[in-house]
């Protein structure tokens, strides 16, 4: 795999202090903490509902956040909302492209709001096909893609500009075993590159394989962060089993 | 700037790469508009001839024989029938005479348009009137009296309209009538696929997590949204000259509701200047209602909600174009100019009559602008909602 030269500023890219959202009277997410460094995989896990994409939505700026701070990229959500949208790229499960583009234009469109034209966008072009091996993507509507191919056009979409943070909520919803198995290698991959990532998800064996460390969400509130390993070790060997262990402690 | 242009671009692409769409939105109207406009005009044309050269039969009672040869001088045939109102009702007859008392009762089936009973019973009264007046002159002549002493003088109106404002007088109307039908109806098909279509989609939270500002994505919307409502007006415009053309062509017209015929084919005459006014008076109707239209879409949860929001928005902006009807029993105060929409009515229909002001072109273009300014800061506002961006 071609590598990119990653600049790495900060020790963390990633730092959440006491982020809230509130909907009325409702917390989605009450005073999360939480930073994530570079070259580390942090999976952020919790049932549907437990506030794990309001979370990865206020880190990209999309919801504005009620209470506490974050910064990506030493850029904060709140105030620097398109310095953080330059330095970051969001991939979920419900994302999708332009039906009607080529995967081609879809990643030219959105290689431009980077600055990403003529040679620097065949240049990134080149990097994230070879990365996804994707070229069969290029010139296909995307209309006319399996969905395996068109979640790799969304994710290229998400790293055409190289970002050195990458959120993915739910990223592996309705992919079928090959674009899952595809999509995990991906992730290990861009964390590989000295990249930062939050990987959310409600599927705790994704987790097992992708992360470095982990946060239990639940009810909007973080009840567990730790290692890999120590979580593991927690629910002797299996996520799934610390993380129901933890729920019920904190009830 | 580039983000702007890069999001028109994208949304123009995804319009014109779906063939149904550009069919039914630009190419169909070229085709249905002359249909629509100059077809029925062109069809009752020929239906009233049919009928007034056909020979009805008339069912009558009591009626001597003088009014009956009339009716036969008419081109009607009369049959004896002892209740003409009866058969008329029955459909036996399109229409039917009574005598009595000195008086002709003509029974025709008149309600619910226009029908050979109307056109019969027209034959029926025409020669019952001209056989009125024969009788009248031929009873003052044997009084030794000039029949002209019953029309002392004749009373004739002319129209002294210039040419340019009788053609106007029906098309200045006409022309932002279906300018606003067209520029909504076209204008929907992007406004409402680039909003809640992305919403539906999922396309749109990638493209609200690119690095440009929310106002440069609301006006590339907002300005695809322009360009395709400015074209379908275009394509409205070109049906509504080529039935102008073809009506004028094999001898139609647009029947005015004085009676008149109007014809339309080659007689709209504008001047460079007039042309570039109606041109910015669309562009900026279409700004207005762009955003407006984006706005909307964005706040709908899908595709078929925005939709639904579309219709009421079609009907409000019609609404004050209806009271264009009425400009000739007003006068014109400055106010006017400022009310939306009304006041791009008032404009194109002065720009076609040749009776536009600088004044009253300039607090309409100035209003107009000022109105699309805030539509444009509003579907921003919308755009920076999450509430709205995530309502589905």
């Known amino acids: 795999m071609t590598e990119p030269q990653v600049v790495i500023s900060f020790k963390y890219m990633i730092e959440v202090a006491r982020l809230s959202k509130a909907y009325g009277k409702r917390l989605a997410v009450a005073g999360l903490s939480f930073q994530v460094a570079p070259g580390e995989v942090y999976a952020l896990l919790g049932p549907n509902g437990a506030g794990k994409t309001t979370t990865l939505r206020m880190l990209s700026t999309l919801v504005r956040p009620t209470g506490g701070s ?5 850029f904060d959500v709140v105030r620097e909302p398109l310095e953080v949208r330059r330095r970051l790229g969001l991939v979920n499960g419900g994302m999708r492209v332009y039906d009607r583009l080529t995967g081609r234009e879809v990643l030219a469109f959105f290689a431009g709001f980077y600055g990403l034209e003529g040679k620097s966008f065949r240049e990134a072009l080149s990097w994230v096909t070879a990365l996804l091996q ?83 969400l639940h009810g909007g509130r973080l009840v567990y962060e730790g290692s890999k390993e120590e979580a593991l070790a927690l629910g002797g060997g299996s996520l799934e089993r610390a993380f129901v262990q933890v729920v019920k402690e904190a009830a | 700037m580039k983000g702007i242009y890069r999001v028109f671009w994208k949304e123009l692409v995804q319009v014109f790469r ?57 081109n009607l045939v009369p049959k004896p029938h002892p209740d003409p109102e009866r058969a008329v009702r029955a459909g036996e007859y399109p229409v039917g005479v009574r005598f ?42 044997s009084r030794g009296i000039p029949y002209e002493i019953l029309t002392p003088f004749q009373v004739e109106v002319v129209d002294a309209s210039p040419e340019r404002e009788k053609a106007g007088g029906v098309l200045g109307f006409l022309l932002p009538f279906f300018l606003v039908v067209f520029v909504l109806s076209g204008g929907q098909v992007v406004a409402v696929d680039a909003t809640a ?74 001047d460079g200047g007039s042309f570039l006014a109606l041109f910015l008076s669309a562009f900026l109707l279409a700004l207005f209602m762009g955003a407006v239209m984006v706005s909307l879409g964005l706040y709908a949860r899908s595709f078929k909600e925005a939709q639904s929001y579309m219709a009421p928005l079609q009907l ?77």
């Open chain 2, 100 to 141: 009595a008392g000195g008086i002709y009762r003509v029974y025709g089936r008149l309600s619910g348009g226009l029908t050979e009973g109307q056109v019969a019973a027209g034959k029926v009264q025409s020669a019952l009137q001209s056989l009125k007046e024969a009788k009248v002159a031929g009873a003052l002549a």
């Open chain 2, 197 to 270: 279509g992305e919403k539906e989609k999922g396309t749109l939270e990638a493209l609200l997590m690119a690095p440009v500002p929310l106002l440069h994505l609301a006006l590339g919307k907002t300005l695809a949204t322009v360009a395709m409502a400015l074209l379908s007006g275009v394509s409205g415009l070109l049906g509504l000259a080529l039935g102008g053309a073809l009506a004028a062509r094999f001898g139609g017209g647009l029947l005015t509701e004085s009676g008149q015929t109007l014809e339309l084919g080659g007689r709209i005459a504008l």
């Open chain 1, 70 to 74: 974050a910064k990506v990229a030493g």
């Open chain 1, 134 to 216: 994707m070229e069969e993507t290029l010139d296909r509507k995307v209309m006319e893609m399996s969905t395996g191919m068109r979640q790799k056009v969304v994710i290229a979409r998400a790293i055409l500009h190289r970002p050195p943070v990458l959120l993915l909520d739910e990223a592996t919803a309705g992919l079928d075993v090959f674009a899952r198995r595809a999509l995990l290698d991906f992730v290990k991959a861009y964390r590989d590159l000295g990249h930062a990532l939050v990987y959310s998800t409600h599927v705790m064996s994704e987790a097992e394989e992708v992360a470095d460390r982990v946060g239990f």
């Open chain 2, 18 to 74: 779906d063939r149904k769409l550009v069919l039914s939105t630009l190419v169909l109207p070229v085709f249905l508009m002359p249909v629509f406009m100059f077809g029925p005009s062109l069809v009752l044309d020929r239906l009233l001839q049919g009928a007034q050269e056909k020979r009805q039969e008339v069912a009558v009672f009591g009626l001597p024989e003088e009014a009956l040869a009339a009716l036969r001088a008419a």
């Open chain 2, 316 to 392: 409000l902006a019609l609404l004050p174009l209806l009271f264009l009807q009425f400009r000739g029993f007003f006068e014109l105060e400055a106010w006017h100019h400022l009310v939306p929409l009304f006041n791009v009515a008032l404009l194109m229909d002065a720009l076609l009559k040749g009776s536009a002001t600088p004044l009253q072109a300039g607090f309409t273009w100035g209003s107009t602008l000022v109105y699309a300014g805030l539509a444009l800061l509003y579907a921003v506002r919308v755009f920076a909602r999450e509430e709205a961006v995530f309502r589905n």
